[in-house]
Structures are given as C-alpha cells and as structure tokens.
C-alpha cells in the first residue's frame, strides 16, 4: 500500500476542488489516502473581488484536518496544491514549507515523491513560476520531483498543456474548475501514485 498526501491552501475554493479529485484518484489507484488542509494566516491578502468567496469557503473546508508534520513523514508521495500569487505560491503554503525544516533539514524528506498543481486568475499569470518555486522547496528536501510533461492524452486537451503541474484558469470564480483540469489532476494523482510505488518497492528490495 503507497501513502498518498493530498496537501493544499485554497482560498475561494478552486483549488480545493482540484484537490479532492486528485485524493479521490489516488484512492482509486489503491493508495491510502489523507486529504489535508494548509491553515490560513492571521494577516492574509485576499485579492480583490474575491471577498465574499474567501469567507464562504472558510465555512466549508473546516472538517478537512490540518496538515501536520507526521503526515509528511507518513507519506510516500505528496501532492501541494496552491493559488498562483503574484507568480509564487500563497503565503500560506510558504509559511507550511518554511515550517518543514525540522524534518526536512535531517533528511527525513529524502526520497520522497512529491507534485505540484495550482489555480490562478489568468492565462499566463504566474502559473508555471508559482509551481517552478514549489519545486525549488522540493530540491531543497531531497524528494523527488514528478511532473505532468507530454505523458497522457489529457495533457493535451485545450484547457490543458503546462508540463510542471496541473493548472486551472479560473477568472477569479469560485467554482469555475474546467473539467479537463480535473482529469489532468486526477492523471498527477495516479501518477505519484504509480512513481511512488516504484520507489517505495525498490527501496524495499534495496535493503
């Protein structure tokens, strides 16, 4: 059995739609599944026009746990799902990362596969960079990097096409997650599945 971790911030709900598909994936693959919530900020920017959805989501997301250290550990693959912010992840998923050095400092990280998937306002806002800089942070762990790249038809549909992660365009609405988008996670999802399995077999019989 391969230990899948569904970890993400949402703001107005997009990306956590994005992410309970990509759990619900993993799940049919035959991974054991946590879905797990990044904690807002005291201080947080919320982009205007978005407000009254930020709130709203605030009230719905509350029964999915919080991610913990332990469920980094726990895992065998990781996905992060974050907003696109200025072409960086949000700060929430900065300050989650940031928060990762006392496991990830010793190594504990090491080994592990782990992806990326985003939703931002616009065609070319920042989603590429803000998937780029989560792997940045993944380099820094020791873990390994999988991505999309040209590898199943559904990467190829319109609303599709970026090769770092899956990605959304969502005009700043909530709710607004192509289904093509979702197929395209649901495809990550099995595939750090399927990676993750690999590694975890040849660790296994490596020892």
């Known amino acids: 059995m391969v230990n899948i971790a569904v970890v993400y911030y949402?703001?107005?709900?997009?990306?956590?739609?994005?992410?309970?598909?990509?759990?619900s994936a993993a799940g049919k693959a035959g991974a054991e599944v946590r879905l797990l919530r990044i904690p807002r900020?005291?201080?947080?920017?919320?982009?205007?026009?978005?407000?009254?959805?930020?709130a709203a989501h605030g009230h719905t997301d509350g029964e999915i746990p919080e991610v913990r250290l332990d469920d980094l550990l726990?895992?065998?693959?990781?996905?992060?799902?974050?907003?696109?912010?200025?072409?960086?992840?949000a700060a929430p998923v900065g300050a989650f990362i940031d928060s990762t050095a006392p496991v990830s400092i010793p190594g504990k990280l090491a080994n592990k596969v782990v992806s990326a998937f985003t939703?931002?306002?616009?065609?070319?806002?920042?989603?590429?960079?803000?998937?780029?800089?989560?792997?940045?942070?993944?380099?820094?762990?020791?873990?390994?990097i999988v991505a999309n790249g040209s590898t199943g038809e559904v990467l190829f549909r319109p609303e599709n096409g970026n090769p770092y992660g899956s990605s959304s365009v969502t005009r700043n609405r909530?709710?607004?997650?192509?289904?093509?988008?979702?197929?395209?996670?649901?495809?990550?999802?099995?595939?750090?599945t399927e990676v993750a399995g690999i590694v975890v077999r040849g660790l296994a019989a490596a020892q």
């Open 10 to 23: 949402s703001s107005t709900g997009n990306v956590h739609k994005l992410a309970e598909a990509a759990a």
């Open 174 to 192: 909530p709710g607004n997650v192509h289904e093509d988008n979702l197929a395209a996670v649901e495809f990550q999802a099995r595939r750090v």
């Open 41 to 54: 900020l005291n201080a947080e920017t919320v982009v205007p026009g978005t407000e009254d959805a930020v």
């Open 119 to 144: 939703s931002g306002s616009a065609p070319h806002g920042g989603h590429e960079t803000t998937l780029l800089a989560v792997h940045n942070a993944v380099c820094h762990w020791g873990s390994l």
């Open 74 to 89: 726990w895992a065998d693959g990781i996905l992060i799902g974050t907003p696109v912010r200025f072409g960086l992840p």
